[in-house]
């Protein structure tokens, strides 16, 4: 049993699409203060199942946190989407994952690209690997 257990019962009971929760309220329903990385990493809020214990509650609970706002010390918990069915998805195909879909799997959700911003588009450095 995981000491965040409370978080997870807490979240599986909302029926809300989205949960904004302070931190505070956070170490309410846990019934212990966060450790200090949780206010001061912004990565401690990631998705990322092997992230932390905490990461794994609202996980189980089928939420994906966003929005996290750590000078306010708040963030939404939104309910994760289900995944459709892929043919690189072991549980509905039995194949393994291939590698970059591990590594979105992995990464998915811990960085945010801004509408508009051509990811592609030179940045004008030249990176020469012969010099």
């Known amino acids: 049993m995981s000491k965040y257990e409370p978080l997870t019962h807490f979240?599986?009971?909302k029926r809300t699409e989205e949960v904004p929760m302070t931190f505070d309220e956070?170490?309410?329903?846990?019934?212990?203060?966060?450790p200090e990385k949780a206010s001061g990493i912004r990565a401690?809020?990631?998705n990322n199942p092997?992230?932390?214990?905490?990461?794994?509650?609202?996980?189980?609970?089928?939420?994906v946190t966003e929005r996290v706002d750590m000078a306010s010390r708040r963030l939404v918990f939104?309910?994760?989407?289900p995944q459709p069915?892929?043919?690189?998805?072991?549980?509905?195909?039995?194949?393994?994952?291939?590698?970059l879909d591990r590594i979105r799997d992995r990464l998915g959700g811990t960085v945010t690209i801004p509408d508009g911003v051509d990811i592609c588009a030179p940045t004008?450095?030249?990176w020469d690997v012969d010099r």
């Open 11 to 13: 979240l599986s009971a």
């Open 26 to 34: 956070i170490e309410t329903v846990v019934g212990f203060r966060l």
């Open 44 to 46: 401690w809020w990631s």
């Open 50 to 63: 092997s992230n932390n214990v905490m990461t794994k509650a609202w996980l189980a609970a089928g939420y």
């Open 78 to 81: 939104r309910r994760a989407k």
């Open 85 to 99: 069915p892929s043919p690189n998805n072991p549980g509905q195909s039995g194949r393994s994952l291939g590698f």
């Open 124 to 126: 004008g450095e030249v």
